[in-house]
């Protein structure tokens, strides 16, 4: 199964796309799908449709997994504009008719390093040592959209 997990934001969005095969994971592809500050926000909305809609294609995507949206209360207008970037994203999911799934925070530091309040070092060392990557990723949203995918992974195997 192909696992594409996604960390959206308007500048940069992370995304990793794991093979989950039995109890082996392998790392297919990881990076950014980076907007310009100077671009208008539709034009950058655009720019992270239309890179999902070709990740889902280059990678032949089973699934696509998304953070659950939390927001705080002294920044609204950031939460707005997550869920514009999470809008086309689902969009990209739905065009390509993929399952999405999306977990909370802590469901998803919970499955990757056994407790919910992890911090974010911890996930990362974890991702790193369960993909056998030797370096760690360049940005924080790759690793927290490959821990989406690899906890999607324990999830669903949870489930059988």
């Known amino acids: 199964m192909i696992i594409v997990g996604i960390d959206p934001a308007l500048a940069i969005t ?3 796309v794991i ?5 082996s994971l392998a790392l ?13 926000v539709p034009k950058r909305l655009d720019q992270i ?15 696509l997994v998304l953070e659950k949206i939390y927001s705080h209360y002294k920044h609204p207008a950031t939460a ?7 809008g086309v994203i689902c969009l990209a999911a739905s065009t390509k008719n993929i399952p999405f799934f999306e977990y909370a925070a802590t469901r998803v530091k919970k499955a990757i390093v056994g407790k919910g309040l992890a911090s974010k ?16 990723p360049a940005y924080m949203d790759i690793t927290d959209a490959l821990a989406l995918a690899i906890a999607h992974s324990y999830i669903i ?3 059988l």
Not at 19 to 23: A, D, E, L, V, Y
Not at 80 to 86: E, K, S, T, V, Y
């Open 19 to 23: 093979q989950s095969k039995g109890s």
């Open 121 to 136: 070092a911890q996930v990362q060392r974890m991702v790193t040592h369960t993909l056998g990557l030797k370096t760690l």
């Open 14 to 16: 992370g995304y990793g």
């Open 49 to 63: 449709y239309r890179g999902v809609l070709k990740l889902i294609n280059d990678v032949k995507a089973d699934c």
């Open 157 to 159: 195997k949870s489930k």
């Open 28 to 40: 297919v592809e990881a990076g950014i799908i980076r907007s310009s500050a100077k671009e208008a």
């Open 80 to 86: 707005c504009i997550l869920g514009q970037a999470r």
